[in-house]
């Protein structure tokens, strides 16, 4: 069946560092791809999606590319900051139904 | 627009009481999600509606859960009786299915305690 794996964590990164969170997919045809953010108290928040492959998503310096070949969507931003620490969450969304396949979520820890 | 708005935000109950979340999806969103979270388990999806009717409740842990949505702006997800275990964040989603790009969008979650 459908299923998305990511990296455990925790991730722990100075500030201005360069973060790569890992995503990998299994899915027939061509799913969408999602990652979504949460802070402390708060709910999850979509960061950016891709909805074909080579897509490349991009919100608040965070990017992602839609990779069928290597079936990945890894998440990446090339200066972190302290308010990028959070639960990111790798998702798919299955071709047929509507069904959402979540990962079990990488927590970040930017340092000053 | 107004986003997933759920209620209570934060619930402290003892166990055996009947526990009841209520949600509102964004308005013309015709999927609606409830899921739960905690530590040991992450993210589980407990059950999802499509137009008002269960589609898959198989993430339902056990007949003390129960959810309904009488209409498309209202939703309650029950927990009768409570249990300590239960004590998680309850989350409900909803979205406009993938003819329109699927993204889902989530409520700020009901934070439940049983004690």
């Known amino acids: 069946g459908d299923s998305v794996t990511q990296m455990e964590g925790p991730v722990t990164l100075s500030e201005e560092a360069f973060l790569t969170i890992n995503c990998t997919y299994t899915?027939?045809?061509?799913?969408?791809l999602f990652w979504y953010v949460q802070y402390p108290g708060e709910g999850l928040q979509l960061l950016l999606k891709?909805?074909?492959?080579?897509d490349k998503g991009s919100n608040k310096g965070f990017e992602a590319t839609y990779r069928k070949e290597t079936t990945s969507f890894h998440l990446e931003k090339g200066s972190v900051q302290v308010s990028d620490s959070a639960v990111y969450f790798c998702?798919?969304?299955?071709?047929?139904?509507?069904?959402?396949?979540f990962g079990t979520g990488t927590s970040l820890t930017v340092i000053p | 627009d107004a986003g997933v708005i759920q209620s209570p935000r934060h619930e402290v109950t003892e166990m055996g009481q009947e526990v009841t979340l209520r949600c509102k999806p964004i308005?013309?969103?015709?999927?609606l999600f409830w899921y739960r979270q905690t530590m040991m388990r992450g993210l589980e999806l407990l059950i999802y509606?499509?137009?008002?009717?269960?589609?898959?409740d198989s993430g339902m842990p056990e007949d003390r859960f129960s959810a309904k949505m009488p209409n498309a702006s209202f939703s309650t997800l029950k927990i009768q009786p409570s249990e300590p275990r239960d004590s998680a964040v309850y989350f409900c989603?909803?979205?406009?299915?993938?003819?329109?790009?699927?993204?889902?969008?989530f409520g700020e979650g009901s934070w439940l305690t049983v004690v």
């Open positions: 989603a909803s979205s406009l299915g993938r003819r329109y790009g699927n993204t889902i969008y």
């Open positions: 998702a798919l969304s299955a071709v047929s139904g509507n069904q959402f396949y």
């Open positions: 899915a027939t045809g061509y799913p969408s």
């Open positions: 308005s013309g969103h015709d999927y």
């Open positions: 509606f499509n137009n008002n009717v269960p589609i898959d």
């Open positions: 891709a909805t074909k492959a080579d």
